[in-house]
């Protein structure tokens, strides 16, 4: 089971998160795609995914600025799926727009995260993500 999954089409940016993802000596596993079609054909199971069977990530971290399928029509299609309806998704993005942010909501991430400036700003912000999304919060399976 995939414990993360992070869509980040920036390859700085998903570079960081693994080496961040890394840093924290934890057992979390984690999968980086950089494409929102590729994201729902993930999350559905279905495109090059349809005959790798897996269960879902207990994580979507999305950016939301993706090229192609956006972040936001990626939540909304997620929402749309029996299979995805309560994966939490966490729109983890650059933009602090109050209209970025209010989309975002309105599609169905349970949280939104500004990404921080500073590399140790981000590992502390992935640290406390991880924390509560994958050692304290209680999912529907």
């Not at 994580?59 to 993706?66: G, I, M, S, T, Y």
């Not at 956006?70 to 929402?79: I, P, T």
């Not at 109050?98 to 169905?108: F, K, L, M, Q, V």
Request: charged share 25%.
């Amino acid at each position: 089971m995939v414990d993360v999954l992070y869509v980040e089409d920036n390859p700085n940016d998903a570079d960081i998160f693994g080496r961040l993802m890394r840093k924290l000596n934890r057992p979390f596993t984690y999968t980086v795609l950089d494409s929102g079609s590729d994201a729902v054909d993930y999350l559905a199971g279905q495109g090059r995914y349809a005959d790798q069977p897996h269960s879902l990530p207990k994580l979507v971290l999305l950016d939301l600025n993706l090229d192609g399928l956006s972040g936001v029509e990626v939540v909304q299609q997620a929402r749309s799926l029996d299979r995805t309806r309560f994966v939490p998704i966490v729109a983890f993005s650059t933009s602090d727009s109050p209209r970025d942010i209010r989309s975002a909501y309105e599609a169905g991430v349970n949280a939104y995260l500004v990404k921080p400036g500073s590399y140790q700003a981000t590992g502390s912000l992935i640290s406390r993500l991880c924390d509560f999304w994958l050692e304290n919060n209680t999912r529907i399976e």
